[in-house]
Nanobody
Framework: QVQLVESGGGLVQPGGSLRLSCVAS????????MGWYRQAPGKERELVAY???????SYADSVKGRFTIARDNAKNTVSLQMNSLKPEDKAVYYC???????????????WGQGTQVTVSS
């Protein structure tokens, strides 16, 4: 099994910054894409950004130019630097990894427990 643990959420004023981090652990054979999703109250979970194992990022239009995703393959970590935060960025943010365990050898979606981001003055 693979476990994902996020950290870094919190309360920030509009225009402020936060950095989310996520570390994958467990019986990992390989990790493909890693990414961040978010879910606001009453809304469906949506993709924020993802990054391939080769380091190619992709962003939702709503966060382009404000958020930056990065990963460290050696440490099995992915981060999301969020700048110029807006009230509409408020949501629970979930780390996601498409990973294969040493027992399954098949790529499976794994999720973190979520971390709350609140943008408010």
């Amino acid at each position: 099994q693979v476990q994902l643990v996020e950290s870094g959420g919190g309360l920030v004023q509009p225009g402020g910054s936060l950095r989310l981090s996520c570390v994958a652990s467990g019986r990992i054979f390989s990790i493909s894409d890693m990414g961040w999703y978010r879910q606001a109250p009453g809304k469906e979970r949506e993709l924020v950004a993802y990054i391939t194992s080769g380091g190619s990022p992709s962003y939702a239009d709503s966060v382009k130019g404000r958020f930056t995703i990065a990963r460290d393959n050696a440490k099995n970590t992915v981060s999301l630097q969020m700048n110029s935060l807006k009230p509409e960025d408020k949501a629970v943010y979930y780390c996601n990894a498409k990973a294969a365990s040493v027992t399954g050898f098949k790529l499976v979606d794994y999720w973190g427990q979520g971390t709350q981001v609140t943008v408010s003055s």
